[in-house]
């Protein structure tokens, strides 16, 4: 599938509304993202590669808030655990929508393909179902903060012994020192892929609001007391981190 390049923040906007996963994103997302979030494409391979480490055969793999599927896809291709099924849910029916189609397209590609089911919902309100994986790739920055530890812990709750949960998230630090450099080398890493002063800054208006980062302690703690016994960062670069959580 084609896709277009971010241009979403290129004009001055008399006012910048908040950021929404609509169908402008999601017209643009691939590119965004990579261009946005430095590390975005190894994390998401190294989802499929760790999550068939996880995967038990005929179990449910979740992808909540799965985008455009990038993740849905990666566990498509590295997990060979017979009989296990991909759940990919989303509240935005622009993402769903597009996600579908990467979803076919990768069918036209490839065989016996793990199954996977799109569903439009929101991952609060979801009745979540027993399952050895789940991943959450930069999803719960999304979520409110007071309903974040909730949610862990019902994924918590139908995870299997001997499954995991693998979270991505922005970091914020504690430290004023860190944040200003990390910060600062992020808007470095996006000035080098070709984003101006102008959408980079007017692409933080639009986000600021709804999306809130933790800290690395702040995860750990949250996770703990959602009953994860174990939180392991496998992947970090600048102020993105990729978690590994263990029931």
């Known amino acids: ?14 006012e910048v509304p908040d950021f929404t996963f609509n169908e402008d994103v999601a017209r643009v997302f691939p590119d965004m993202i990579k261009r946005s979030v430095p590390g975005y ?6 989802i499929g590669v760790l999550a068939a480490q996880f995967a038990q055969p005929g179990t449910r793999l979740y992808d909540l808030g799965c985008s455009l599927g990038a993740v849905s ?4 291709r590295h997990v060979r655990a017979e009989g296990c099924r991909v ?25 016996e393909l793990l199954r996977v089911e799109t569903i439009e919902a929101d991952i609060l309100a979801l009745e979540l179902e027993p399952a050895s994986l789940v991943a959450m790739n930069f ?3 999304f979520i409110p903060p ?14 299997l012994p001997g499954g995991a949960l693998i979270l991505s998230e922005k970091l914020r630090f504690a430290d ?11 808007v470095a890493f996006k000035r080098a892929n070709g984003y101006s002063e102008l959408e980079i800054a007017q692409k933080r208006s639009a ?38 959580a263990l029931p």
């Open 176 to 186: 004023a020192e860190e944040q200003a450099l990390l910060g600062d080398l992020h």
């Open 87 to 111: 759940i990919a849910v989303d509240n935005s029916p622009a993402m769903l929508e597009r996600c579908r189609e990467y979803l076919h397209a990768q069918d036209a590609m490839f065989q």
């Open 1 to 14: 599938m084609k896709h277009s390049p971010d241009r979403l923040f290129a004009q001055p906007l008399a």
């Open 207 to 244: 986000i600021e609001n709804v999306m809130k980062p933790d800290s690395l302690d702040e995860h750990r703690q949250r996770l703990q007391a959602a009953g994860f016994r174990k939180v392991l960062p496998w992947f970090q670069c600048l102020n993105f981190v990729s978690l590994i």
């Open 146 to 159: 007071e309903r974040r530890l909730e949610l862990l812990g019902r994924i918590r709750q139908v995870l």
């Open 41 to 46: 494409p190894t994390i998401v391979e190294n």
């Open 73 to 76: 896809q990666a566990l498509r």
């Open 139 to 141: 999803t719960l920055q």
